[in-house]
């Protein structure tokens, strides 16, 4: 018997080894491929975009510099107006609408593309409330002091309400130093939020929804939501020195994506939220945001052998993935 194990156990290794090494060449393959192409179409793409954001940049800086002229001496209030309301409003006019979703199960054209099926069908009421409360108690308690912290960190790199708006090539550079950024430190201080110690007392509260809803995404406890919700989206602009354009832009794309990361919906044409999705189903999977660091890591190597994994793409049709990539049929006993 020992025999056959150490046999086994030799020839599953060189396995193992050889997935590994093609994983990494499939890896490379795609990454050289889609950096070719990026050289290939970046300044062609950048030219028209650059042409259209031109034209209409003068319309957009007339528009930045009246708000200035109405806000003049006023700048302190233009900025919480920037990074506390424009995010908010589009955050929960987005959630308003899953909401009305998940509540009554109407449209069914929505409902049908549930990623798990049978869940929050309808969501329990009581737990939707308890859980609303916490969001607005982050939002407008916890949230608060650390943006009025940020203004002045901001001003020692520059005023953040200076007259001229940065160009289309900035703020396409600021973004993916953004991104770049959260990927790193969302996903650091969400696995160390998953550690034993820090799980039991502060995460475990995010994972109550095992199949999340849009607006849990800000359902966390305050130190949860200071550490892995807010510094890992302010780091970007402090190191950038951001113009509050960029900054509302940012704070705003940032409720969206994550909203959608826990919509529970995997919907056309938006960016799949399975990843994620799978992450609340099973804890110890799927840390990150991009999933980069997860892939470096091996904290998606089980995610990789799911159903979830060949349905995380972007859906360009209206056949709800569940449908198309259907889940294997249970073995009966």
Same mark, same amino acid.
């Given at each position: 018997?020992?025999?056959?194990?150490?046999?086994?156990?030799?020839?599953?290794?060189?396995?193992?080894?050889?997935?590994?090494?093609?994983?990494?060449?499939?890896?490379?393959?795609?990454?050289?491929?889609?950096?070719?192409?990026?050289?290939?179409?970046?300044?062609?793409?950048?030219?028209?975009?650059?042409?259209?954001?031109?034209?209409?940049?003068?319309?957009?800086?007339?528009?930045?510099?009246?708000?200035?002229?109405?806000?003049?001496?006023?700048?302190?209030?233009?900025?919480?107006?920037?990074?506390?309301?424009?995010?908010?409003?589009?955050?929960?006019?987005?959630?308003?609408?899953?909401?009305?979703?998940?509540?009554?199960?109407?449209?069914?054209?929505?409902?049908?593309?549930?990623?798990?099926?049978?869940?929050?069908?309808?969501?329990?009421?009581?737990?939707?409330?308890?859980?609303?409360?916490?969001?607005?108690?982050?939002?407008?308690?916890?949230?608060?002091?650390?943006?009025?912290?940020?203004?002045?960190?901001?001003?020692?790199?520059?005023?953040?309400?200076?007259?001229?708006?940065?160009? =289309?090539?900035?703020?396409?550079?600021?973004?993916?130093?953004?991104?770049?950024?959260?990927?790193?430190?969302?996903?650091?201080?969400?696995?160390?939020?998953?550690?034993?110690?820090?799980?039991?007392?502060?995460?475990?509260?995010?994972?109550?929804?095992?199949?999340?809803?849009?607006?849990?995404?800000?359902?966390?406890?305050?130190?949860?939501?200071?550490?892995?919700?807010?510094?890992?989206?302010?780091?970007?602009?402090?190191?950038?020195?951001?113009?509050?354009?960029?900054?509302?832009?940012?704070?705003?794309?940032?409720?969206?994506?994550?909203?959608?990361?826990?919509?529970?919906?995997?919907?056309?044409?938006?960016?799949?939220?399975?990843?994620?999705?799978?992450?609340?189903?099973?804890?110890?999977?799927?840390?990150?945001?991009?999933?980069?660091?997860?892939?470096?890591?091996?904290?998606?190597?089980?995610?990789?052998?799911?159903?979830?994994?060949?349905?995380?793409?972007?859906?360009?049709? =209206?056949?709800?993935?569940?449908?198309?990539?259907?889940?294997?049929?249970?073995?009966?006993?």
């Amino acid at each position: 018997m020992k025999g056959e194990a150490g046999s086994m156990q030799r020839h599953e290794k060189p396995k193992q080894e050889g997935h590994t090494w093609g994983s990494m060449r499939r890896t490379a393959f795609i990454l050289g491929s889609g950096l070719l192409l990026l050289v290939a179409f970046w300044n062609s793409a950048t030219w028209h975009l650059q042409r259209f954001w031109g034209a209409s940049g003068y319309f957009w800086q007339a528009q930045w510099e009246r708000l200035l002229s109405t806000f003049e001496g006023k700048e302190w209030t233009l900025y919480i107006i920037g990074v506390t309301q424009v995010p908010n409003l589009l955050f929960w006019s987005f959630n308003g609408l899953l909401l009305a979703v998940d509540t009554t199960g109407k449209p069914h054209f929505i409902s049908r593309y549930r990623i798990q099926v049978g869940k929050n069908e309808p969501v329990d009421a009581e737990k939707l409330r308890q859980s609303i409360r916490t969001v607005l108690f982050n939002q407008w308690v916890i949230s608060p002091p650390m943006l009025v912290l940020l203004y002045p960190i901001l001003k020692l790199w520059g005023d953040p309400c200076r007259r001229e708006l940065p160009t =289309f090539r900035w703020f396409l550079l600021e973004l993916a130093v953004f991104t770049l950024i959260e990927e790193v430190l969302f996903y650091y201080s969400h696995r160390l939020l998953h550690h034993p110690t820090f799980y039991r007392k502060i995460h475990k509260k995010h994972h109550e929804w095992t199949a999340p809803i849009g607006v849990i995404s800000l359902y966390a406890h305050p130190i949860e939501h200071v550490v892995s919700n807010m510094l890992p989206v302010m780091v970007g602009p402090i190191v950038m020195g951001s113009h509050l354009s960029s900054i509302t832009m940012w704070f705003s794309l940032a409720l969206i994506i994550t909203t959608i990361s826990h919509c529970g919906y995997h919907l056309p044409f938006l960016p799949s939220p399975e990843f994620h999705d799978y992450h609340h189903l099973k804890f110890n999977q799927c840390y990150g945001v991009l999933g980069v660091l997860d892939h470096l890591h091996g904290t998606d190597t089980v995610f990789k052998q799911t159903k979830a994994y060949e349905r995380h793409i972007l859906l360009l049709g =209206f056949t709800p993935l569940s449908e198309s990539i259907p889940d294997a049929p249970k073995k009966t006993e």
